[in-house]
């Protein structure tokens, strides 16, 4: 498989200031895969050391942090020579003790040598017992393959190619089929193993039971993981998502946990999710002013997903349902569509919110920031064109343009530009 966060890889090599690297995301996002990808075409050596299966080399880091011995112990334990340009890759560098806190003192006493680190629930990691290297590492965020990436991952390079090149006319001529592998891909999602299944086997069954078995991998991380008394409220939570994504106003409502339930209550559940890699939280902005941050509304949120696959699974919707549409999939193509549109544009813009009129009487599905330009966006799950409150939106923001993502073909307008679905792009 191709991930387009390779290339980050490549440019981290190159820095003249280069720290070690830490490589983070949720579970099975292809962590380890890629950095493996990365040190075989970028590295003449590299040096694989995972802390979770290794008992003599989990402790390396314990009596000191003196880099020529922890070297060596590396170097006897794999019987590799390490030089300086030799990649180190730690993974599951949690499972180490003070392993997180080790990487400033590669930083600090041996920038030299090239180290990518990686590991489960490291978010959640480095706030417990570790002291966390700030200012002393690199980052690479990985998420779930987007959709260009399905698309080359199952082999469907002309037409990825196709949609690279932005030509709208010859788009518009096979959006029968773009159609039906999106759909496809709102079923399998961007979870490496299971695109890897279905670009060997086309099988939904199997898709949908390696989806249960990471969700159910996902649930079991929340007992072992997170604070005990912590645990129901991350359950309770993390089964919501699905029903706040499936009302026609996304908004989060605390009172869908539980009656009375209050915000202070339930913050420390939704930040560990996050944490995890697991959940991403989109606040409203009251205004298309920038910066977008500075007019930010805390109180108000949605919460997505980390993929659109596993929001399927979660709502038991089948194959058939998603690819041929029934009373069920309407029910449900909202909430995908958004989950979907959210999953291509996260870590691409600066800022991604959503805003509504303070009197609940319009709201407009994303307001991006990318460098210094607002995007106004509105998401249709069909072939729907009506944008009252995006023009009502554009009209209290004189000078911003909006983009409207359909099933429609492209577009343009004095005030908005219509891109299809299945070519996602903010340029």
């Not at 499972?95 to 180290?115: I, M, N, Q, S, W």
């Not at 409207?404 to 891109?419: A, G, K, L, P, V």
Request: hydrophobic share 40%; charged share 25%; proline share 3%.
């Amino acid at each position: 498989m191709e991930r387009t966060a390779i290339s980050e890889l490549y440019e981290w090599k190159s820095r003249s200031d280069r720290k070690p690297l830490i490589v983070r995301g949720a579970r099975q996002v292809g962590k380890t895969w890629l950095i493996l990808d990365f040190a075989k075409k970028a590295y003449e050596q590299y040096v694989y050391v995972n802390f979770e299966e290794d008992s003599f080399l989990n402790h390396v880091f314990e009596d000191d942090f003196d880099i020529d011995r922890i070297i060596t112990a590396i170097s006897l334990r794999t019987q590799q020579d390490i030089g300086k340009d030799t990649l180190l890759i730690f993974d599951e560098i949690q499972a180490a003790p003070r392993g997180v806190t080790a990487l400033k003192y590669f930083c600090e006493k041996a920038r030299d040598y090239h180290v990518i680190a990686a590991g489960s629930l490291l978010g959640i990691a480095m706030h417990r017992s570790d002291s966390f290297p700030v200012g002393k590492v690199d980052f690479v965020d990985l998420s779930p393959l987007d959709f260009h990436e399905f698309l080359l991952a199952i082999g469907e390079v002309r037409i990825a190619g196709l949609l690279t090149k932005r030509d709208w006319q010859t788009v518009a001529m096979v959006k029968d089929r773009l159609t039906a592998l999106l759909k496809t891909y709102y079923y399998v999602g961007g979870m490496p193993e299971v695109v890897d299944s279905y670009r060997q086997r086309k099988d939904f069954a199997e898709v949908r039971r390696i989806q249960n078995s990471i969700l159910d991998t996902y649930t079991n991380d929340f007992s072992k993981h997170a604070p005990i008394n912590e645990v129901p409220r991350i359950r309770m939570v993390w089964n919501s998502i699905a029903g706040q994504l499936a009302k026609e106003n996304r908004k989060f409502i605390y009172g869908m946990l539980r009656e009375g339930a209050r915000a202070k209550d339930f913050e420390v559940a939704i930040e560990w999710l996050m944490d995890a890699g697991l959940i991403y939280k989109v606040n409203r902005t009251k205004s298309g002013e920038l910066p977008l941050n500075a007019f930010e509304d805390f109180s108000a949120f949605k919460i997505y997903l980390l993929d659109v696959g596993l929001l399927s699974a979660i709502n038991k919707l089948t194959a058939e349902t998603l690819i041929r549409g029934n009373e069920i999939f309407n029910t449900y193509k909202g909430a995908l569509t958004e989950q979907y549109f959210f999953q291509q544009i996260r870590g691409k813009v600066d800022f991604v919110y959503y805003w509504s009129a303070d009197n609940s009487r319009g709201e407009v599905d994303f307001v991006v920031q990318k460098a210094e330009r607002a995007i106004p966006i509105e998401v249709k799950a069909e072939e729907n064109l009506r944008a009252k409150s995006l023009a009502a939106f554009v009209a209290r923001n004189p000078g911003l343009h909006a983009l409207r993502f359909s099933m429609s073909d492209y577009r343009e307008q004095d005030w908005m530009t219509n891109i299809p679905l299945y070519a996602v792009t903010l340029d």
